[in-house]
């Protein structure tokens, strides 16, 4: 496998204010903090945990090209630097996303889902008694950090179950993306290439709601509030949900409506939607979203209060964008990765986004005209990774930290 420790793997984030070549410097200096695990296959799902008492705890997943795949529980040590895996388990296909139960608190069990061909849940557990049937329930468990320890001390996985949208086959279409509802934990959204958007009860095993949401594959969903869910799909539109009245939705923005590079015109002169692939959904201020298009290196960002017209388009990457995040505890920061190997942070506040907005759409609309005349805004902090940023999540519970993948490298960063 492999660890790492504060490696030299890339010379920390550059301050976009002293150049894009340029490092902090004098007085403000910073301490470069980048910590890199290196797996033994290509790393594409990703995602840390948020419980307090599993600081520095993360999932990642394999993209192989056949049947068995791997999934890998790794933590940081503090005191040594070095991250290691502390659990090990087969996965049947490659899993489109990982994603820890939303409980800081720990209340709950410690549950980490998967999606792939299905929705799993698998339980990890520390205690002796279930220790056998994780072994038992998925032939490849491995434990990865307890030799010479107690066993009450060894993680162990158990799968907890096996969701499947399709009540008419064993057989479904794959899941492209899911989001696990922080305000109500007991729901978990999915959505599928068979353009569906499917509402779980994970705690009864059965499905809430299930809907037609687009006309094409849906690629990402993300919760807005407890009953509140929104979705991007090939058919190029971004649309919101609210599981109150099921049999509509609001489209807040469709690539087509803005011509040029977001579309692609037909043969026969009609504009054809680029399809947008991923949604990020600021918990901060929910009135603003996040969405990426197709094989582009534009980040679209959205009020929507005033759909159709973006409150800024985000242009600095030099190739297609692949990830965005929201930062936990700021209402006006993003950060975005790309092709490019960049990773860039954002401040939007000056879009109107977050605690400076005057709630006025054409003052919006004016910011991002004038950020369009002087040349677009600029990230204020930029990082080079090895490779293409395939992966990005900011923590929630530890909102210094932001990590990424590229290859078969997990790094972690301090921001």
Request: hydrophobic share 35%.
């Amino acid at each position: 496998m492999g660890g790492g420790g504060a490696a030299a793997d890339g010379d920390g984030w550059a301050d976009q204010d002293q150049g894009n070549g340029g490092s902090r410097g004098g007085g403000e200096a910073k301490r470069s903090e980048i910590y890199t695990y290196e797996a033994g296959w290509h790393i594409y799902g990703m995602n840390w945990s948020v419980r307090r008492d599993k600081k520095y705890r993360l999932a990642i997943a394999s993209l192989l090209e056949q049947l068995v795949n791997r999934v890998e529980v790794v933590q940081l040590d503090e005191s040594t630097g070095d991250i290691a895996p502390v659990l090990s388990f087969d996965h049947p296909f490659p899993p489109t996303k990982t994603m820890f139960v939303p409980d800081p608190q720990g209340l709950r069990p410690d549950l980490l889902a998967t999606s792939a061909d299905l929705l799993r849940i698998w339980r990890i557990t520390d205690d002796d008694a279930a220790a056998p049937g994780a072994a038992d329930s998925n032939n490849g468990s491995v434990r990865c950090n307890g030799v010479g320890g107690p066993a009450g001390q060894q993680p162990g996985v158990k799968l907890c179950c096996e969701l499947n949208g399709n009540r008419n086959s064993d057989f479904c279409g794959p899941l492209t993306s899911f989001d696990w509802n922080d305000a109500d934990p007991r729901r978990i959204g999915t959505s599928s290439i068979d353009t569906t958007c499917t509402i779980w009860d994970v705690e009864r095993e059965v499905v809430d709601t299930q809907l037609i949401a687009h006309d094409k594959e849906v690629y990402d969903i993300a919760w807005g509030g407890a009953g509140v869910f929104a979705s991007v799909s090939a058919d190029g539109s971004v649309r919101v949900f609210d599981l109150r009245d099921k049999e509509h939705s609001t489209i807040i923005y469709e690539s087509s409506s803005g011509g040029g590079s977001n579309s692609a015109v037909t043969d026969g002169g009609s504009v054809s939607p680029t399809p947008l692939v991923r949604l990020g959904w600021n918990k901060q201020d929910p009135r603003y979203m996040a969405t990426i298009i197709m094989d582009s290196p534009k980040v679209v960002v959205l009020d929507i209060r005033y759909p159709t017209l973006p409150v800024v388009e985000l242009h600095r990457h030099h190739a297609p964008v692949n990830a965005i995040a929201w930062a936990p505890h700021s209402s006006c920061h993003i950060c975005t990765a790309g092709d490019d190997s960049q990773a860039l942070i954002w401040d939007l506040s000056s879009m109107g986004t977050g605690n400076n907005s005057g709630g006025n759409g054409n003052g919006n609309a004016a910011a991002a005209a004038a950020a369009a005349a002087e040349g677009g805004l600029d990230p204020i902090l930029a990082y080079t990774a090895g490779a293409e940023v395939e992966q990005l999540q900011w923590s929630a519970t530890q909102p210094d930290w932001v990590a990424i993948v590229f290859a078969n490298k997990l790094q972690i960063l301090r921001v």
